[in-house]
Protein backbone atom coordinates (compact mmCIF):
# COMPACT_ATOMS: atom_id res chain seq x y z
CA UNK A 1 0.00 0.00 0.00
CA UNK A 2 1.29 3.45 -0.79
CA UNK A 3 1.68 6.53 1.24
CA UNK A 4 2.69 9.81 0.92
CA UNK A 5 4.15 10.07 4.14
CA UNK A 6 7.39 11.69 4.61
CA UNK A 7 10.37 9.49 6.11
CA UNK A 8 10.95 10.10 9.60
CA UNK A 9 14.38 9.21 11.10
CA UNK A 10 14.25 8.53 15.27
CA UNK A 11 17.64 8.55 14.97
CA UNK A 12 20.36 11.00 16.25
CA UNK A 13 21.78 12.54 12.96
CA UNK A 14 24.48 15.24 12.96
CA UNK A 15 23.58 17.59 10.55
CA UNK A 16 25.10 21.59 9.77
CA UNK A 17 21.53 23.06 8.27
CA UNK A 18 21.43 25.54 10.59
CA UNK A 19 25.12 27.02 9.93
CA UNK A 20 24.73 26.30 6.46
CA UNK A 21 21.35 28.49 6.49
CA UNK A 22 23.03 31.31 8.77
CA UNK A 23 26.39 31.52 6.14
CA UNK A 24 24.16 32.48 3.31
CA UNK A 25 24.64 35.63 1.43
CA UNK A 26 21.82 38.34 0.38
CA UNK A 27 20.20 37.07 -2.56
CA UNK A 28 17.20 36.83 -4.92
CA UNK A 29 16.01 34.00 -2.62
CA UNK A 30 15.73 35.97 0.55
CA UNK A 31 13.65 38.78 -1.33
CA UNK A 32 11.65 35.91 -2.23
CA UNK A 33 10.76 35.34 1.11
CA UNK A 34 10.47 38.98 2.36
CA UNK A 35 7.60 39.55 -0.60
CA UNK A 36 6.16 36.25 -0.35
CA UNK A 37 5.88 35.97 3.07
CA UNK A 38 5.35 39.63 4.06
CA UNK A 39 2.98 40.88 2.16
CA UNK A 40 0.17 38.99 4.66
CA UNK A 41 0.87 42.26 6.55
CA UNK A 42 0.20 44.60 3.74
CA UNK A 43 -2.81 43.00 2.94
CA UNK A 44 -4.91 43.13 6.89
CA UNK A 45 -3.41 46.75 7.04
CA UNK A 46 -5.26 47.04 3.80
CA UNK A 47 -8.73 45.12 4.90
CA UNK A 48 -8.96 46.82 8.55
CA UNK A 49 -9.20 50.35 6.87
CA UNK A 50 -11.66 48.93 4.83
CA UNK A 51 -13.72 47.38 7.55
CA UNK A 52 -12.80 50.66 9.48
CA UNK A 53 -14.73 52.93 7.03
CA UNK A 54 -18.35 50.93 7.50
CA UNK A 55 -19.65 51.84 3.97
CA UNK A 56 -21.28 49.08 4.45
CA UNK A 57 -22.67 50.93 7.45
CA UNK A 58 -25.77 52.66 5.18
CA UNK A 59 -26.62 49.63 3.32
CA UNK A 60 -27.28 47.49 6.09
CA UNK A 61 -28.99 50.05 8.44
CA UNK A 62 -25.84 49.40 11.37
CA UNK A 63 -25.41 51.41 14.05
CA UNK A 64 -21.49 51.98 15.93
CA UNK A 65 -22.14 49.09 18.12
CA UNK A 66 -22.60 47.11 15.89
CA UNK A 67 -19.84 48.50 13.30
CA UNK A 68 -17.60 47.88 16.40
CA UNK A 69 -18.83 44.14 16.73
CA UNK A 70 -17.47 43.77 13.44
CA UNK A 71 -14.03 44.09 14.77
CA UNK A 72 -14.20 42.03 17.90
CA UNK A 73 -15.25 39.45 16.08
CA UNK A 74 -12.13 40.04 13.56
CA UNK A 75 -9.90 39.80 16.47
CA UNK A 76 -11.80 36.56 18.27
CA UNK A 77 -10.80 35.70 15.26
CA UNK A 78 -7.47 35.99 14.91
CA UNK A 79 -7.23 34.51 18.17
CA UNK A 80 -8.65 31.84 17.28
CA UNK A 81 -6.34 31.19 14.17
CA UNK A 82 -3.38 32.28 15.98
CA UNK A 83 -3.93 29.19 18.46
CA UNK A 84 -5.53 26.61 16.20
CA UNK A 85 -2.67 27.25 13.52
CA UNK A 86 0.00 28.22 15.70
CA UNK A 87 0.27 24.42 16.61
CA UNK A 88 -0.15 22.88 13.46
CA UNK A 89 2.49 25.09 11.55
CA UNK A 90 4.80 23.28 14.69
CA UNK A 91 3.32 19.81 14.13
CA UNK A 92 2.45 20.10 9.99
CA UNK A 93 5.68 22.31 8.96
CA UNK A 94 5.54 26.05 7.93
CA UNK A 95 4.88 26.03 4.21
CA UNK A 96 1.58 24.24 4.29
CA UNK A 97 0.48 26.69 6.78
CA UNK A 98 1.64 29.44 5.52
CA UNK A 99 -0.67 28.68 2.06
CA UNK A 100 -3.50 27.34 3.98
CA UNK A 101 -3.63 30.32 6.15
CA UNK A 102 -3.17 32.79 3.42
CA UNK A 103 -5.85 31.15 1.05
CA UNK A 104 -8.35 30.68 4.26
CA UNK A 105 -8.22 34.68 4.40
CA UNK A 106 -8.10 35.30 0.48
CA UNK A 107 -11.41 33.51 0.34
CA UNK A 108 -13.38 34.69 3.10
CA UNK A 109 -12.53 38.53 2.67
CA UNK A 110 -13.38 37.88 -1.11
CA UNK A 111 -17.13 36.31 -0.11
CA UNK A 112 -17.07 39.19 2.57
CA UNK A 113 -17.34 41.99 -0.21
CA UNK A 114 -20.83 39.34 -1.53
CA UNK A 115 -22.17 39.73 2.21
CA UNK A 116 -26.15 40.22 2.57
CA UNK A 117 -26.42 41.15 5.85
CA UNK A 118 -24.67 41.73 9.15
CA UNK A 119 -24.87 38.18 10.19
CA UNK A 120 -22.91 37.05 6.90
CA UNK A 121 -20.91 39.67 7.63
CA UNK A 122 -19.89 38.20 10.95
CA UNK A 123 -19.20 34.75 10.09
CA UNK A 124 -16.81 36.30 6.78
CA UNK A 125 -14.79 38.69 9.43
CA UNK A 126 -14.76 35.64 11.71
CA UNK A 127 -13.46 32.87 9.16
CA UNK A 128 -11.03 36.03 7.67
CA UNK A 129 -9.50 36.77 11.17
CA UNK A 130 -8.54 32.96 11.82
CA UNK A 131 -6.51 33.04 8.17
CA UNK A 132 -4.02 36.26 9.41
CA UNK A 133 -4.50 35.09 13.28
CA UNK A 134 -2.57 31.81 11.53
CA UNK A 135 -0.56 34.27 9.11
CA UNK A 136 1.08 35.37 12.09
CA UNK A 137 2.19 32.34 13.48
CA UNK A 138 3.65 30.45 10.91
CA UNK A 139 4.91 33.08 8.81
CA UNK A 140 7.26 34.64 11.83
CA UNK A 141 8.41 31.38 12.57
CA UNK A 142 9.09 30.82 8.98
CA UNK A 143 10.93 34.33 8.55
CA UNK A 144 13.05 33.63 11.23
CA UNK A 145 13.89 30.19 10.58
CA UNK A 146 15.20 31.22 6.71
CA UNK A 147 16.67 34.67 7.15
CA UNK A 148 20.34 34.72 8.17
CA UNK A 149 21.17 35.82 11.73
CA UNK A 150 23.54 38.74 10.34
CA UNK A 151 19.77 40.01 8.66
CA UNK A 152 16.81 38.46 10.79
CA UNK A 153 16.22 41.28 13.39
CA UNK A 154 15.82 44.29 10.56
CA UNK A 155 13.99 41.90 7.79
CA UNK A 156 11.49 40.54 10.90
CA UNK A 157 10.78 44.51 12.03
CA UNK A 158 10.45 45.65 8.82
CA UNK A 159 8.08 42.96 7.46
CA UNK A 160 5.92 43.18 10.29
CA UNK A 161 5.73 46.95 9.77
CA UNK A 162 4.38 46.90 6.43
CA UNK A 163 1.10 46.51 8.11
CA UNK A 164 1.13 50.44 8.16
CA UNK A 165 1.84 50.81 3.94
CA UNK A 166 -1.48 48.22 3.79
CA UNK A 167 -3.32 50.59 5.97
CA UNK A 168 -2.12 53.74 4.27
CA UNK A 169 -3.46 52.07 0.70
CA UNK A 170 -6.89 51.48 2.51
CA UNK A 171 -7.12 54.62 3.71
CA UNK A 172 -6.55 56.26 0.03
CA UNK A 173 -8.90 53.88 -1.58
CA UNK A 174 -11.59 54.63 0.46
CA UNK A 175 -11.25 58.18 -0.26
CA UNK A 176 -11.97 56.99 -4.28
CA UNK A 177 -14.32 53.85 -3.15
CA UNK A 178 -16.42 55.90 -0.61
CA UNK A 179 -17.31 58.34 -2.81
CA UNK A 180 -20.60 58.46 -3.90
CA UNK A 181 -20.14 60.77 -6.97
CA UNK A 182 -18.20 58.22 -8.08
CA UNK A 183 -19.52 54.56 -6.72
CA UNK A 184 -23.10 53.65 -5.60
CA UNK A 185 -23.82 53.11 -2.12
CA UNK A 186 -23.51 49.33 -2.57
CA UNK A 187 -21.02 49.01 -4.71
CA UNK A 188 -17.52 50.56 -3.28
CA UNK A 189 -17.15 48.80 -0.15
CA UNK A 190 -17.86 45.39 -2.05
CA UNK A 191 -15.14 46.37 -4.18
CA UNK A 192 -12.92 47.37 -1.33
CA UNK A 193 -12.85 43.75 0.13
CA UNK A 194 -11.84 42.51 -3.54
CA UNK A 195 -8.54 44.13 -3.84
CA UNK A 196 -7.25 42.28 -0.74
CA UNK A 197 -7.74 38.72 -2.81
CA UNK A 198 -6.63 40.15 -6.48
CA UNK A 199 -3.08 40.96 -5.06
CA UNK A 200 -3.23 38.27 -2.55
CA UNK A 201 -3.47 35.51 -6.27
CA UNK A 202 -0.27 36.49 -6.94
CA UNK A 203 1.21 35.87 -3.73
CA UNK A 204 -0.18 32.54 -3.36
CA UNK A 205 1.83 31.99 -6.80
CA UNK A 206 5.49 33.50 -4.75
CA UNK A 207 4.71 31.43 -1.82
CA UNK A 208 4.74 27.74 -3.94
CA UNK A 209 8.01 28.32 -4.80
CA UNK A 210 9.30 29.15 -0.87
CA UNK A 211 10.76 26.02 0.36
CA UNK A 212 9.66 24.22 4.10
CA UNK A 213 12.10 25.62 6.75
CA UNK A 214 15.36 23.42 6.77
CA UNK A 215 15.39 23.42 10.40
CA UNK A 216 11.66 22.37 10.88
CA UNK A 217 12.81 19.06 8.64
CA UNK A 218 15.78 18.96 10.36
CA UNK A 219 14.46 18.99 14.24
CA UNK A 220 11.40 16.36 12.81
CA UNK A 221 13.61 13.75 11.37
CA UNK A 222 13.78 14.66 8.04
CA UNK A 223 17.49 15.45 7.97
CA UNK A 224 17.79 14.25 4.37
CA UNK A 225 15.27 16.41 2.87
CA UNK A 226 16.34 19.23 5.22
CA UNK A 227 20.26 18.59 3.44
CA UNK A 228 18.63 18.68 -0.13
CA UNK A 229 16.41 21.93 0.29
CA UNK A 230 19.71 23.33 1.35
CA UNK A 231 21.45 22.15 -1.17
CA UNK A 232 19.03 23.79 -3.42
CA UNK A 233 19.66 27.27 -2.25
CA UNK A 234 22.83 26.94 -2.40
CA UNK A 235 22.49 25.86 -5.64
CA UNK A 236 20.33 28.56 -6.42
CA UNK A 237 22.83 31.49 -4.40
CA UNK A 238 26.09 30.07 -6.66
CA UNK A 239 24.36 30.33 -9.92
CA UNK A 240 23.60 34.07 -9.15
CA UNK A 241 27.35 34.31 -9.54
CA UNK A 242 27.95 34.36 -5.58
CA UNK A 243 30.96 32.59 -3.66
CA UNK A 244 29.90 30.36 -0.45
CA UNK A 245 32.59 29.44 2.14
CA UNK A 246 32.74 25.68 3.33
CA UNK A 247 31.30 25.78 7.02
CA UNK A 248 33.49 24.09 9.38
CA UNK A 249 32.24 20.58 10.79
CA UNK A 250 32.54 22.02 14.10
CA UNK A 251 29.72 23.81 13.71
CA UNK A 252 27.09 20.86 13.13
CA UNK A 253 24.51 19.63 15.58
CA UNK A 254 23.46 16.90 16.22
CA UNK A 255 19.12 15.89 16.76
CA UNK A 256 16.34 13.26 17.03
CA UNK A 257 13.17 13.44 15.57
CA UNK A 258 10.71 15.59 17.44
CA UNK A 259 6.78 14.65 18.29
CA UNK A 260 3.97 17.03 18.46
CA UNK A 261 4.54 18.32 22.43
CA UNK A 262 1.80 17.64 25.15
CA UNK A 263 0.72 21.24 26.59
CA UNK A 264 2.18 20.23 30.14
CA UNK A 265 5.62 20.04 28.12
CA UNK A 266 5.39 23.36 26.64
CA UNK A 267 4.38 25.03 29.91
CA UNK A 268 7.16 23.62 31.52
CA UNK A 269 9.09 25.14 29.04
CA UNK A 270 7.74 28.66 29.30
CA UNK A 271 7.06 29.35 32.77
CA UNK A 272 9.76 26.24 34.51
CA UNK A 273 12.88 26.52 32.43
CA UNK A 274 12.65 29.79 30.70
CA UNK A 275 10.35 32.39 33.11
CA UNK A 276 12.29 35.28 32.06
CA UNK A 277 11.92 34.97 28.68
CA UNK A 278 8.71 34.23 28.90
CA UNK A 279 8.08 37.64 31.29
CA UNK A 280 9.80 39.50 28.49
CA UNK A 281 7.47 38.16 26.31
CA UNK A 282 4.29 39.00 27.38
CA UNK A 283 5.33 42.41 28.54
CA UNK A 284 6.34 43.61 25.45
CA UNK A 285 2.92 42.33 23.68
CA UNK A 286 0.97 43.36 26.23
CA UNK A 287 2.46 46.81 26.72
CA UNK A 288 2.33 47.94 22.78
CA UNK A 289 -0.93 46.42 22.31
CA UNK A 290 -2.75 47.84 24.99
CA UNK A 291 -1.16 51.37 23.59
CA UNK A 292 -1.62 50.86 19.59
CA UNK A 293 -5.38 50.35 20.53
CA UNK A 294 -5.50 52.67 22.45
CA UNK A 295 -4.71 55.60 20.12
CA UNK A 296 -5.15 53.59 16.90
CA UNK A 297 -8.97 53.05 17.29
CA UNK A 298 -10.26 56.49 19.34
CA UNK A 299 -7.85 58.76 17.28
CA UNK A 300 -11.06 60.52 15.39
CA UNK A 301 -12.79 60.69 18.30
CA UNK A 302 -10.21 62.44 19.93
CA UNK A 303 -9.73 64.68 16.81
CA UNK A 304 -13.40 64.82 16.79
CA UNK A 305 -14.48 65.59 19.74
CA UNK A 306 -11.54 67.78 21.06
CA UNK A 307 -10.00 69.84 17.77
CA UNK A 308 -13.74 69.77 16.43
CA UNK A 309 -12.63 68.19 12.81
CA UNK A 310 -15.01 67.34 10.52
CA UNK A 311 -15.22 63.43 9.95
CA UNK A 312 -14.38 63.38 6.29
CA UNK A 313 -11.42 64.57 7.30
CA UNK A 314 -10.64 61.92 9.01
CA UNK A 315 -8.69 60.12 6.49
CA UNK A 316 -6.17 62.84 5.39
CA UNK A 317 -4.98 63.52 9.44
CA UNK A 318 -4.40 59.44 9.29
CA UNK A 319 -2.32 59.18 6.58
CA UNK A 320 1.03 61.22 8.11
CA UNK A 321 0.44 58.68 11.13
CA UNK A 322 0.24 55.54 9.21
CA UNK A 323 3.25 56.87 7.28
CA UNK A 324 5.00 57.62 10.56
CA UNK A 325 4.71 53.73 11.68
CA UNK A 326 6.06 52.47 8.60
CA UNK A 327 9.14 54.64 8.27
CA UNK A 328 9.87 53.41 11.73
CA UNK A 329 10.16 49.72 11.20
CA UNK A 330 12.23 50.21 7.88
CA UNK A 331 14.51 53.12 9.04
CA UNK A 332 15.20 51.89 12.36
CA UNK A 333 15.21 48.00 11.90
CA UNK A 334 19.02 47.27 11.29
CA UNK A 335 20.01 48.96 14.27
CA UNK A 336 18.53 46.07 16.23
CA UNK A 337 20.82 43.71 14.44
CA UNK A 338 23.52 45.90 14.82
CA UNK A 339 23.14 48.21 18.00
CA UNK A 340 21.52 44.98 20.17
CA UNK A 341 17.52 44.05 20.88
CA UNK A 342 17.75 44.97 24.34
CA UNK A 343 19.44 48.25 23.41
CA UNK A 344 16.61 48.77 20.89
CA UNK A 345 13.56 47.49 22.50
CA UNK A 346 14.85 50.04 25.72
CA UNK A 347 14.99 53.07 23.45
CA UNK A 348 12.26 52.01 20.55
CA UNK A 349 9.75 51.48 23.92
CA UNK A 350 10.89 55.00 26.13
CA UNK A 351 10.91 57.58 23.47
CA UNK A 352 7.55 55.94 23.01
CA UNK A 353 6.64 56.68 25.80
CA UNK A 354 8.41 59.77 26.74
CA UNK A 355 6.68 61.55 23.74
CA UNK A 356 3.37 60.22 24.70
CA UNK A 357 3.60 61.66 28.00
CA UNK A 358 4.69 64.98 26.83
CA UNK A 359 1.43 65.26 24.56
CA UNK A 360 -0.09 64.40 27.90
CA UNK A 361 0.94 67.44 29.62
CA UNK A 362 0.52 69.62 26.10
CA UNK A 363 -2.84 68.05 25.50
CA UNK A 364 -3.93 68.58 29.21
CA UNK A 365 -2.60 72.17 28.75
CA UNK A 366 -4.85 72.69 25.47
CA UNK A 367 -2.40 74.13 23.49
CA UNK A 368 -2.48 71.58 20.76
CA UNK A 369 -4.27 71.30 17.54
CA UNK A 370 -5.25 68.81 15.12
CA UNK A 371 -2.11 69.12 12.87
CA UNK A 372 0.31 69.30 16.43
CA UNK A 373 -0.99 66.48 17.92
CA UNK A 374 -0.66 64.47 15.02
CA UNK A 375 2.65 65.44 14.88
CA UNK A 376 2.97 64.15 18.40
CA UNK A 377 1.42 61.00 17.92
CA UNK A 378 3.76 60.31 14.36
CA UNK A 379 6.59 60.89 16.36
CA UNK A 380 5.72 58.56 19.46
CA UNK A 381 4.49 55.37 16.65
CA UNK A 382 7.79 55.72 14.79
CA UNK A 383 9.63 54.55 17.70
CA UNK A 384 6.69 52.78 18.93
CA UNK A 385 6.19 51.33 15.65
CA UNK A 386 10.15 49.64 15.47
CA UNK A 387 9.02 48.81 19.26
CA UNK A 388 6.25 46.82 18.01
CA UNK A 389 7.31 44.87 15.68
CA UNK A 390 10.73 43.78 17.61
CA UNK A 391 7.38 42.08 20.12
CA UNK A 392 6.88 39.38 17.65
CA UNK A 393 10.39 39.25 16.72
CA UNK A 394 11.54 38.82 20.30
CA UNK A 395 8.95 35.47 21.15
CA UNK A 396 9.68 34.63 17.84
CA UNK A 397 13.70 33.44 18.55
CA UNK A 398 13.68 32.93 22.14
CA UNK A 399 12.08 29.68 22.56
CA UNK A 400 12.46 26.22 21.00
CA UNK A 401 12.01 25.70 17.63
CA UNK A 402 9.69 22.59 18.54
CA UNK A 403 7.41 25.34 19.61
CA UNK A 404 7.98 28.55 17.84
CA UNK A 405 4.32 28.69 16.41
CA UNK A 406 2.70 28.22 19.81
CA UNK A 407 4.86 30.35 21.59
CA UNK A 408 3.97 33.00 18.89
CA UNK A 409 0.16 32.09 19.20
CA UNK A 410 0.07 32.25 23.05
CA UNK A 411 2.02 35.59 23.54
CA UNK A 412 0.25 37.01 20.47
CA UNK A 413 -3.20 36.23 21.89
CA UNK A 414 -2.06 37.77 25.42
CA UNK A 415 -1.67 40.91 23.69
CA UNK A 416 -4.95 40.82 22.08
CA UNK A 417 -6.61 40.38 24.62
CA UNK A 418 -4.91 43.22 26.85
CA UNK A 419 -5.22 45.29 23.87
CA UNK A 420 -8.75 44.64 23.61
CA UNK A 421 -9.74 46.66 26.64
CA UNK A 422 -7.70 49.88 25.63
CA UNK A 423 -10.39 50.99 22.83
CA UNK A 424 -13.69 50.87 25.03
CA UNK A 425 -11.38 52.05 28.39
CA UNK A 426 -10.29 55.01 25.93
CA UNK A 427 -13.15 55.86 24.71
CA UNK A 428 -14.90 56.18 27.88
CA UNK A 429 -12.02 58.69 29.10
CA UNK A 430 -13.22 60.41 26.13
CA UNK A 431 -16.34 61.23 26.95
CA UNK A 432 -18.19 63.67 25.11
CA UNK A 433 -15.12 65.96 24.52
CA UNK A 434 -15.84 68.56 27.32
CA UNK A 435 -13.45 67.35 29.99
CA UNK A 436 -9.60 66.72 29.08
CA UNK A 437 -8.67 65.24 32.54
CA UNK A 438 -9.64 61.80 32.26
CA UNK A 439 -8.05 61.54 28.89
CA UNK A 440 -5.05 62.94 30.14
CA UNK A 441 -4.94 60.42 32.92
CA UNK A 442 -5.15 57.90 30.39
CA UNK A 443 -2.06 58.72 27.65
CA UNK A 444 0.18 59.36 31.38
CA UNK A 445 -0.94 55.67 32.00
CA UNK A 446 0.02 54.50 28.23
CA UNK A 447 3.29 56.33 28.03
CA UNK A 448 4.41 54.64 31.54
CA UNK A 449 3.47 50.89 30.39
CA UNK A 450 5.55 51.66 27.37
CA UNK A 451 8.14 52.36 29.00
CA UNK A 452 8.13 49.73 31.62
CA UNK A 453 7.47 46.95 28.50
CA UNK A 454 10.95 48.52 27.37
CA UNK A 455 12.91 48.26 30.80
CA UNK A 456 11.13 44.80 31.18
CA UNK A 457 13.03 43.68 27.92
CA UNK A 458 16.19 45.52 28.84
CA UNK A 459 16.87 43.98 32.10
CA UNK A 460 15.68 40.59 31.17
CA UNK A 461 15.77 40.06 27.88
CA UNK A 462 18.28 38.11 26.05
CA UNK A 463 20.94 39.71 23.14
CA UNK A 464 19.64 37.57 20.19
CA UNK A 465 20.98 40.03 17.42
CA UNK A 466 23.28 37.85 15.09
CA UNK A 467 23.30 34.99 16.71
CA UNK A 468 21.95 31.70 15.58
CA UNK A 469 18.46 30.59 16.67
CA UNK A 470 20.03 27.48 18.16
CA UNK A 471 22.66 29.66 19.90
CA UNK A 472 20.30 31.39 21.10
CA UNK A 473 17.67 28.65 22.59
CA UNK A 474 18.55 25.22 22.14
CA UNK A 475 16.16 23.16 20.38
CA UNK A 476 14.45 20.37 22.29
CA UNK A 477 15.54 17.14 19.96
CA UNK A 478 19.39 18.41 20.21
CA UNK A 479 21.84 15.70 21.49
CA UNK A 480 24.39 18.02 21.74
CA UNK A 481 23.04 21.44 23.14
CA UNK A 482 25.70 22.27 25.71
CA UNK A 483 28.42 21.92 22.63
CA UNK A 484 26.27 23.95 20.36
CA UNK A 485 25.49 26.65 22.63
CA UNK A 486 29.57 27.64 22.84
CA UNK A 487 30.18 27.63 19.40
CA UNK A 488 30.63 31.04 17.37
CA UNK A 489 28.38 32.28 15.18
CA UNK A 490 28.61 30.68 11.87
CA UNK A 491 28.47 33.72 10.17
CA UNK A 492 32.06 34.43 9.18
CA UNK A 493 31.71 37.88 8.53
CA UNK A 494 30.31 38.27 12.26
CA UNK A 495 33.22 36.21 13.33
CA UNK A 496 35.72 38.83 11.64
CA UNK A 497 33.82 41.94 13.11
CA UNK A 498 33.72 40.10 16.86
CA UNK A 499 38.21 39.87 16.33
CA UNK A 500 38.56 42.82 15.25
CA UNK A 501 36.64 44.13 18.32
CA UNK A 502 38.13 41.98 20.70
Not at 454 to 469: K, P, T
Amino acid sequence: MSTNAKPVDDRPVSTLVPARMDRLPWTRFHWSIVVGLGFSWVLDGLEIQIVASAGFADEFNLNAQQVGLLGTVYLFGQIAGALIFGRLADNLGRRKLFILTLIIYLVASGLAGLSWNLGSLLVLRFVAGMGIGGEYSAINSAIDELIPSRYRGRVDIAINGTYWGGAALGSAANLFLLDRDIFAENVGWRIGFFIGPILGLAIIYLRRHIPESPRWLMTHGRVPEAEKTVDDIERRIIEEGRELEPVDQSQAMTVTASKSLPFRVIAGVLFREYPKRSLVGATMMITQSFLYNAIFFTYALVLQNFYGTDPSSTQYYFFPFAIGNLLGPLLLGHFFDSWGRRKMILLTYGIAGIVLALSAVLFSADVLTAATQTILWCIAFFFASAGASSAYLTVSEIFPIELRGQAISYFFTIGQIAGSVAPLLYGTLIGDGTDRGPLTVGYFVGAAMMIIGGVVAFVFGVDAERRSLEAITNPLSAVNPTQWNSLEDPDPQTRRERKRKN
